[in-house]
């Protein structure tokens, strides 16, 4: 095993792994919550409302900029 120090007990690399299953099963259940949550329409028409303004925004300041 190469992530952890060699000089773990065998209970050592247990913990490593089981600290590890943990850390991936919390991320994985937060990703899930969060699809949840972006797929509702309403937060979708937000963000391409938003990503729209942000696009706008960038258009005109670089109509407006002048070259040096």
Do not use: C, E, H, N
Request: hydrophobic share 60%.
């Amino acid at each position: 095993m190469t992530t952890a120090p060699q000089l773990l007990a065998f209970g050592g690399v247990i913990v490593l792994g089981a600290i590890t299953a943990a850390w991936f099963f919390a991320v994985a259940s937060l990703v899930a919550a969060l699809r949840r949550l972006i797929s509702r329409s309403a937060v979708r028409r937000a963000a391409d409302g938003l990503s729209g303004v942000v696009l706008i925004g960038l258009g005109v300041r670089l109509a407006l900029t002048t070259a040096r």
